[in-house]
């Protein structure tokens, strides 16, 4: 299914309220009576408002519950994106857009420009997604909880809970995309001059790069928060054309909905895993694994010519700041009820890659071969000695192939009710 935004157009100020009105009413309604969309949207006759109804459902903006006990509609994922893109259109922060150049398990990533021609990102979260071509309607998170699977509430409480969180980095001097406006499950940021660090084979500076990274790490944990998610597929190389000066580190750093503080529970299992993800690619792909050198001196940094090969939670993490605290991340305090249903679904998107029928020990004084072995499910013998990751390429393929099919709008690409993009052969 492709974002067709070529309707918009067409539609009126009361097809909007309309559709305003079965969003506010999706609040306290899985579905939504006609009689109480009418009330909401304040049309002054019921024939208009079952007129942009009909309409709105032509459009699959809204949709019909067969076999309800009345009369009623739920909004689509089609109905909430032109709702989204209205309110950005509105505050001139999107004014046109472009082809699909990304596709995520919990996101879709497409390519946009304000009024003054300026290319941004703009990110759709998907909150619920399974996977790609595979449909799951069990998700173990959230199975007890009262939203259920509203997985548009879910939506919209990580879109504002990243466009928080990279407003707040952005404006301490972190190495993180510009936002520049939030709307629902919509965000829209810098678009990156450069591509996934997965794909890094070479780089003229390796061990520099290991450094800063290593060293973003920890300056983040510094003022209070963890990635979490701090691996090759969530950091941009920027092109040698996109880096300024020489103070520019040559990457970027993005994906920030599941972001914890230190005084979570499990904060140093987190930290610690984002360093052994960094550590590992090396290794793997660039074949660099340096090693700690006692009588080395300068701490400033990580790797070759440095004291400390890789940062350790309870040695380096000293706070500077409380970031966490002004985000409410999780782990820092109570939450309110929205931030709960949130929190559980964001802690299976934490742990939906790392999953492994071993248990993770965590035991600072692990030797090196033990550590290898927990990430066996990340790189086979096989992925080391062609130098790729299969699993990584086999499914960056069915992006592609997604992408492809999302630009076209062939078909046979159809979305199922969680937002899963299932491609039919």
């Not at 970027?252 to 550590?279: L, T």
């Not at 742990?351 to 492994?356: D, F, G, H, R, T």
């Not at 069915?398 to 078909?411: H, K, M």
Request: glycine letters at 6%; hydrophobic letters at 30%; a negative charge.
């Amino acid at each position: 299914m492709k974002l067709d935004t070529s309707h918009m157009r067409y539609l009126t100020a009361d097809d909007f309220k309309v559709l305003q009105a079965v969003e506010q009413g999706s609040r306290n309604h899985e579905i939504v009576p006609t009689q109480l969309i009418h009330q909401i949207s304040k049309m002054r006759s019921i024939s208009g408002t079952n007129r942009s109804i009909s309409d709105l459902a032509k459009l699959k903006l809204i949709s019909k519950v067969r076999n309800a006990k009345y009369d009623g509609y739920r909004l689509t994922y089609n109905g909430i994106d032109y709702l989204a893109l209205r309110t950005l259109l509105n505050q001139e922060v999107v004014y046109s857009v472009g082809n699909t150049i990304g596709v995520g398990k919990e996101s879709d990533i497409y390519q946009v420009s304000d009024r003054n021609g300026t290319a941004k990102v703009m990110k759709i979260h998907r909150l619920g997604r399974t996977s790609f071509h595979t449909v799951k309607n069990n998700r173990d998170y959230l199975r007890n909880s009262r939203q259920g699977t509203n997985w548009m509430h879910l939506s919209k409480l990580a879109a504002s809970k990243e466009f928080e969180f990279m407003s707040m980095l952005y404006a301490k001097g972190f190495i993180v995309p510009q936002a520049y406006g939030c709307s629902r499950h919509v965000v829209v940021m810098d678009l990156i001059d450069g591509y996934p660090m997965r794909r890094l084979r070479e780089h003229k500076n390796i061990p520099k790069l290991y450094s800063d990274l290593m060293t973003f790490i920890v300056k983040l944990a510094n003022s209070g928060l963890i990635h979490c998610d701090f691996n090759e597929f969530n950091i941009m190389i920027k092109n040698d054309e996109a880096v300024t000066d020489e103070k520019d580190c040559g990457f970027v750093v993005i994906d920030f909905p599941q972001c914890i503080s230190i005084q979570h529970k499990d904060a140093e299992f987190y930290f610690k895993r984002d360093v052994d993800c960094i550590r590992r690619f090396f290794k793997k792909k660039l074949k660099y694994d340096p090693q700690p050198e006692a009588g080395m001196l300068d701490t400033d940094g990580f790797g070759e010519g440095y004291k400390y090969a890789y940062p350790d939670f309870n040695r380096d993490v000293k706070r500077t700041d409380n970031l966490d605290e002004l985000m409410q991340a999780s782990g820092y305090s109570k939450k309110h009820p929205g931030d709960r249903y949130l929190e559980e679904a964001v802690e299976s998107m934490r742990n939906a890659e790392y999953n492994s029928d071993d248990d993770i020990d965590v035991a600072e004084d692990r030797s090196e071969e033990e550590s290898d072995s927990d990430y066996d499910y990340y790189y086979t013998e096989e992925d080391e000695e062609s130098g790729e990751d299969s699993d990584g390429d086999s499914e960056e393929e069915e992006n592609e192939r997604i992408i492809e099919a999302l630009s076209s709008g062939v078909g046979n690409l159809k979305m199922d009710k969680l937002g899963n993009y299932i491609l039919e052969d």
